[in-house]
């Protein structure tokens, strides 16, 4: 969103610290920086490593965004990485906003209206049968919206209100029905009741435990960075991180290791009954 906005308004984005940058507590990306009135940072995960060179140059990025001397920007932040500055640099002072969270009225207005669903199908529930989301070309009574409501409501706790993990699994719950049931010829979908997700077992190693919390701090780290950030050797580090993929826990995505979408919430659920520093999403 940030990205999109630079781009709208004209405003350059601080250039990405690469690797060696960031294990040798470069400052030169930060004093390209200075010569600049209007700003913007998509994704601050991306400017700095949980190392202790590897925070010199955000270190540096807060105090003069805070001292004025950056001009005025704008940082998009992932909640992660978020909850983890504010334990380590301190992030006051800094005006904060977030997106609301979405409820299961907000998922069927966003499900209905998405480019690839026009027009949009009515979509059923294989628990209930009834539809979970109308076709809006169809007229459809408050009481009927209401329980479609109710639906999605589940899916929206279950992720928490998060928009991009309620896509991924109303995505790969729909199917195409083996026969068209009489709906007037309408076009319809069904939507899966379970999905099955790639749960992490209760004897995960502490190794695996704490790359899931590294990556999800950063966002996502290639091999050779996230070598660099854990305290194991680098043979452990990439077992734990070969056994997880195989698993389904992780994805490869722009040459970074992410955990997956659909595994998100079991792997939050794991890091918070061990006592991780969570985010506050």
């Not at 209007?38 to 925070?55: C, D």
């Not at 380590?88 to 069927?108: D, N, S, Y």
């Not at 628990?127 to 409501?149: E, M």
């Not at 029905?177 to 069904?190: F, V």
């Amino acid at each position: 969103m940030v990205s999109h906005w630079a781009e709208q308004q004209g405003v350059k984005c601080l250039p990405v610290p690469g690797f060696k940058d960031l294990t040798h507590g470069c400052l030169a990306w930060v004093e390209q920086s200075c010569h600049q009135h209007y700003w913007a940072t998509p994704a601050l995960e991306r400017y700095f490593l949980r190392h202790s060179m590897g925070l010199l140059g955000i270190r540096e990025l807060i105090e003069r965004t805070l001292s004025g001397r950056l001009g005025k920007g704008i940082i998009g932040c992932d909640s992660w990485a978020y909850a983890y500055l504010q334990q380590v640099i301190g992030l006051e002072g800094i005006p904060a906003v977030t997106l609301q969270a979405m409820e299961g009225k907000h998922l069927a207005n966003y499900f209905a209206n998405l480019p690839a669903s026009d027009p949009c199908p009515a979509v059923y529930s294989t628990r209930t049968g009834k539809q979970v989301l109308a076709n809006h070309d169809k007229g459809v009574s408050k009481k009927a919206s209401a329980t479609h409501y109710k639906e999605l409501q589940r899916l929206a706790a279950h992720c928490r209100g998060h928009l991009g993990i309620a896509w991924h699994y109303w995505r790969n719950r729909l199917r195409q029905p083996a026969s068209r049931p009489d709906q007037q010829g309408e076009q319809s979908l069904w939507l899966l009741d379970v999905l099955a997700e790639a749960e992490l077992p209760a004897d995960t190693s502490d190794v695996a435990t704490l790359l899931l919390h590294t990556l999800l701090i950063h966002g996502g780290l290639d091999d050779q960075a996230l070598g660099h950030v854990l305290p194991f050797s680098h043979h452990e580090a990439l077992s734990a991180r070969f056994s997880l993929t195989r698993q389904g826990i992780l994805v490869s995505a722009e040459g970074r290791w992410q955990v997956a979408p659909l595994s998100y919430s079991s792997v939050r659920q794991l890091l918070e009954s061990r006592h991780y520093l969570t985010d506050v999403l």
